[in-house]
């Protein structure tokens, strides 16, 4: 079992930045990808970005490409994501996520994902 707790989240003015962490837990953790995914009420859970575990291949989700940066410390056993340029609109509680695959894909959608952390809420104002 891997546990997934997530930090970082706060109020930040728009044009701002912020970082979340991730932090893993468990016996089983290693070789996963790890990916954040982010929900605004009324809306289904987004794909915000992801990271194979050798670092060697990142996606991020449209709406976010050029503006965050997905990372991991593996001798950590932690996740970061750097949000720079944020936007009202990218308000929205954020979720850790990590597959159980062992393998190097980077997955986009939420069912490629077997463990969630509690998610942390990130509120940009205008």
């Known amino acids: 079992q891997v546990q997934l707790v997530e930090s970082g989240g706060g109020l930040v003015q728009a044009g701002g930045s912020l970082s979340l962490a991730c932090a893993a837990s468990?016996?089983?953790?290693?070789?996963?990808?790890m990916a954040w995914f982010r929900q605004a009420p009324g809306k289904e859970r987004e794909f915000v970005a992801a990271?194979?575990?050798?670092?060697?291949?990142?996606s991020y989700g449209s709406s976010v490409k050029g503006r965050f940066t997905v990372s991991r410390d593996n001798t950590k056993n932690t996740e970061y994501l750097q949000m720079n340029s944020l936007k009202p609109e990218d308000t929205a509680a954020y979720y850790c996520?990590?597959?159980?695959?062992?393998?190097?894909?980077?997955?986009?959608?939420?069912?490629?994902?077997?463990?969630w952390g509690q998610g942390t809420q990130v509120t940009v104002s205008s």
């Open positions: 990271i194979n575990w050798a670092g060697s291949t990142r």
């Open positions: 468990g016996r089983t953790f290693g070789r996963n990808t």
């Open positions: 996520a990590a597959s159980a695959k062992d393998d190097l894909y980077t997955y986009t959608q939420t069912a490629d994902y077997d463990y």
